[in-house]
């Protein structure tokens, strides 16, 4: 008898993990999320289909969902910090060979900011780049874009856009 | 006491893998087919209605379009700062002196809807303008903004716009 309450237990614990959803998700959803791209029914589209990046930190998440267009990196950049509100803005930048160098124009407690980002391609994702930064009229962009270091602890992995 | 520690184990192993991957931290699923089809649709119409109404009623036009909040911002080509909604008035106002026309034709647009209010854009656009003498220009843009639904309608919140071509007639 004890142990059919000990499996009846099990089982109600097992049933309630499988059907909840995980705290960062639960805070996700009731975030700005993406969702899934509706495809434009225009001609002549020289924008390919986008393709979406998830990193995951203890202190924060970034969501990256890029699109060629017209030879240009265009795409949203949603950044969760546990400290801060979440951010969403928006980035246009060039691939220069495998690093995708571009412009993330954001608002973050109020401030407006436009900050350069340097993304390496690595495998399937893209890892981020750092260095000594400058402020030129207003825009932070790197001292030496040749001399970036990149955290290959913080991978932006690939992920389907549609969930 | 081992069958115990097995049944421990065993809970313990369960919870493990029933539990998500952090990889599916995102979305949502808040967004059903349907409503994502109508927010795609709504916000191209959105578009659609935009730049008929520039082109028939001028630049000022675009004022029924932006997001008229402290939350506005844009980043214009050649700019290095976002521009508030101020400072997008007055550039309008302006630009309505010097151009007569202008006329703006979506090549490419995708549109992302992220909640119920809330979507993501993005494509290359097409933008002539003539100005009073009948000089006309015609630029190539990639756009990427986010817009926001408010009572009256989907407005430009944020974004920014960067020139791929420019070629005067």
Redesign the interface.
């Known amino acids: 008898m004890k142990s059919y309450f000990f499996y009846l237990f099990a089982l109600s614990c097992i049933i309630i993990a499988c059907n909840s959803k995980p705290a960062e998700q639960s805070n996700a959803d009731a975030k700005a999320t993406p969702t899934d791209e509706v495809k434009n029914e225009n001609t002549s589209s020289q924008a390919k289909e986008a393709a979406c990046y998830r990193y995951f930190g203890k202190n924060d998440t970034i969501y990256l969902q890029l699109s060629e267009v017209y030879g240009t990196m265009t795409g949203m950049l949603l950044v969760k910090n546990n400290q801060k509100d979440q951010n969403v803005g928006t980035l246009q930048g060039k691939m220069m060979g495998d690093v995708l160098i571009g412009d993330y124009s954001f608002k973050s407690e109020g401030t407006m900011s436009v900050r350069q980002v340097a993304l390496k391609k690595q495998g399937d994702g893209f890892i981020e780049g750092y260095g000594d930064v400058s402020e030129v009229n207003g825009k932070m962009v790197f001292k030496n874009p040749s001399a970036l270091k990149f955290d290959e602890s913080r991978v932006y992995a690939k992920v389907p856009c549609k969930q | 006491m081992n069958?115990?520690y097995l049944?421990s184990l065993?809970?313990f192993l369960?919870?493990l893998s029933?539990?998500?991957p952090?990889?599916?931290?995102?979305?949502?699923?808040?967004?059903s087919d349907t409503e994502?089809?109508t927010?795609?649709e709504e916000v191209r119409e959105m578009f659609t209605n935009y730049y008929a109404d520039i082109k028939k009623n001028g630049m000022t036009a675009e004022f029924n379009y932006l997001d008229h909040s402290?939350?506005f911002?844009w980043?214009v080509p050649g700019a290095?700062?976002?521009i508030?909604y101020a400072e997008a008035e007055q550039g309008v106002n302006q630009q309505a002196q010097l151009y007569a026309s202008i006329d703006n034709k979506?090549?490419?647009?995708?549109?992302?809807?992220?909640?119920s209010d809330?979507a993501?854009y993005?494509?290359?656009m097409e933008s002539t303008v003539t100005d009073k003498s009948g000089n006309s220009s015609t630029y190539?843009v990639?756009e990427?903004?986010?817009v926001i639904k408010r009572l009256d309608g989907w407005k430009l919140l944020?974004?920014?716009t960067?020139t791929?071509k420019a070629e005067a007639h």
Request: proline share 7%.
């Open positions: 069958r115990q049944y065993f809970i369960a919870l029933c539990s998500k952090a990889s599916n931290l995102t979305p949502s699923g808040e967004l994502k089809t927010i795609s402290p939350s911002y980043l290095t700062r976002p508030t979506w090549k490419s647009l995708y549109v992302y809807p992220l909640k809330l993501f993005t494509g290359e190539t990639v990427s903004g986010i944020n974004g920014q960067t791929i």
